[in-house]
């Protein structure tokens, strides 16, 4: 039977819809928001409601009789207590500009199923692993790098993130600091979870989009390791459809084959985008 639902729009007028079948809905509990293209939120977690770390689930806003859900990675590790997501904001996307204007105590759609290939399940073990990010897709990777599993299966992680702006890596930033100083998995990262970021446009350290770091080796003469190589390293990506494809194709060329959960390999992709 379905339930209703009261959420708060601009006009701050009280509507009533209906909870479709198989989604949770559960309230904001907090929001950040870091530039005026990105945020974060985190959300109350449903007691039923299970995930692997670095998996994505639908979202949705109950301002309509059929609200548009659209695909969000979780960023919260599978042990967290509240749900967080990381957000670009687009005007006119059918759900993020709507999305984007949530406050604490508002209502937000979940769907009771989540899925994806950004899993620890679909890579084989190794010494490293490389989680290559841009813009919000560093998302996923936020969920796995606090998730002690990732850290049973690999020697070194290394999360890489590139976005346009200095101000887009603050999310990244913030969240590695929390993840060393996490009194449950801070313990682990030391000396092994390393954070390496560039920027496209706007002046910073390093410069560049991560293919072509990647390419010139600029990146692996940062980090003090070899080119990508079968033996010692395994991949996941995550971020542009562009750059997923470009650096899917670099670590092609390196002799990495492509996992998944059913046949775990060396490298996964993901595919679920937010708009």
Not at 19 to 35: C, D, L, N, Q
Not at 80 to 87: A, L, P
Not at 193 to 204: D, K, N
């Amino acid at each position: 039977m379905n339930t209703a639902v009261t959420n708060k729009i601009e006009s701050d007028q009280k509507l009533e819809f209906p909870i479709p079948a198989g989604v949770y809905a559960e309230r904001v509990v907090s929001v950040k928001h870091y530039t005026d293209r990105l945020f974060s939120f985190r959300i109350t977690r449903p007691q039923t409601f299970r995930f692997r770390s670095g998996e994505f689930v639908m979202i949705g806003l109950p301002n309509a009789e059929k609200p548009v859900f659209r695909a969000y990675s979780i960023a919260s590790p599978n042990w967290d207590e509240e749900v967080e997501f990381f957000s670009i904001k687009v005007p006119d996307g059918p759900l993020t500009q709507h999305l984007q204007k949530i406050q604490p105590g508002d209502t937000v759609l979940m769907r009771q199923k989540s899925t994806g290939t950004l899993v620890n399940d679909a890579l084989t073990p190794a010494k490293r692993l490389y989680m290559f990010s841009t813009g919000t897709g560093i998302a996923p990777f936020a969920s796995l790098i606090r998730d002690p599993d990732t850290y049973e299966k690999f020697d070194q992680i290394i999360l890489t993130h590139t976005t346009r702006d200095v101000a887009e890596l603050e999310y990244g930033k913030e969240l590695i600091e929390a993840t060393r100083n996490d009194p449950l998995i801070g313990e682990l990262t030391e000396g092994r979870l390393h954070h390496f970021t560039s920027t496209t446009r706007e002046e910073s350290p390093v410069m560049g989009r991560i293919t072509t770091l990647i390419e010139n080796g600029e990146l692996f003469r940062h980090l003090g390791t070899e080119p990508l190589n079968r033996e010692n390293d395994r991949v996941m990506i995550c971020g542009s459809m562009e750059m997923l494809k470009d650096v899917k194709a670099l670590t092609e060329k390196a002799g990495l084959e492509e996992g998944s959960n059913a046949a775990p390999a060396d490298f996964v992709v993901e595919r679920a985008f937010v708009g």
